[in-house]
T-cell receptor
Framework: GDSVTQKQGQVTLSEDDFLFINCTYS??????LFWYVQYPGQGPQLLLK?????NKGISRGFEATYDKGTTSFHLQKASVQESDSAVYFC??????????FGGGTRLTVRP | EAAVTQSPRNKVAVTGGKVTLSCNQT?????MYWYRQDTGHGLRLIHY???????EKGDIPDGYKASRPSQENFSLILELATPSQTSVYFC??????????????FGPGTRLLVL
């Protein structure tokens, strides 16, 4: 079945640091890939989505590139702010299957 | 205005009691989902629905029932609540795009404590 792996359970940075959150996936086809963000006390919300048609997603300064060769979809941001502190979920969906989430990465940004 | 709402937002129940969690969406989406979120487990799918009158089992359906009486409403029912069902529950709605499920829109969550 499909699976999504986020190796980093927690990431702690200072403001203006570069953010990199690792996400790799395993599936038999070319999925649609998502990054969701969950702020404290809220439900997850879409951060960005990438399909095979567009390869790269950019939103609110975050970007992620669909790399079919390495089956990765890492999330990056050049300069994080304290307001970016949240849990980030990588996810994928294929035709005929349910959305599969990674375990999440908790980002803490120190002022 | 919030498109996916959940009620109640917080609930304390007793073991063996019946609990109903409600979800309403104004997105006019065909699909609705119930997840639970626990530390160390991420988001796990309990039940889902592809339209009014239909419900399907997700990955962890044991101990839960679901009801989709209309396009807008989707309920999760715990007939005999147990302490192991203490968790945060999220409802989501979504639709289809290109033959696959598209972005899901989540509610604010219900925090359930079963004593």
């Amino acid at each position: 079945g499909d699976s999504v792996t986020q190796k980093q359970g927690q990431v702690t940075l200072s403001e203006d640091d570069f953010l990199f959150i690792n996400c790799t996936y395993s599936t038999t086809t070319y999925p649609t890939l998502f990054w969701y963000v969950q702020y404290p006390g809220q439900g997850p919300q879409l951060l960005l989505k990438v399909t095979t048609a567009n390869n790269k997603g950019i939103s609110r300064g975050f970007e992620a590139t669909y790399d079919k060769g390495t089956t990765s979809f890492h999330l990056q941001k050049a300069s994080v702010q304290e307001s970016d502190s949240a849990v980030y979920f990588c996810a994928l969906v294929n035709a005929g299957a349910k959305l599969t989430f990674g375990g999440g990465t908790r980002l803490t940004v120190r002022p | 205005e919030a498109a996916v709402t959940q009620s109640p937002r917080n609930k304390v129940a007793v073991t063996g009691g019946k609990v109903t969690l409600s979800c309403n969406q104004t997105n006019n989406h065909n699909n609705m989902y119930w997840y639970r979120q626990d530390t160390g487990h991420g988001l796990r799918l309990i039940h889902y629905s592809y339209g009014a009158g239909s419900t399907e089992k997700g990955d962890i359906p044991d101990g839960y029932k679901a009801s989709r009486p209309s396009q807008e409403n989707f309920s999760l029912i715990l007939e005999l609540a147990t302490p192991s069902q203490t968790s945060v529950y999220f409802c989501a709605s979504g639709d289809w795009l290109g033959g696959r499920e598209d972005t899901q829109y989540f509610g604010p969550g219900t925090r359930l404590l079963v004593l």
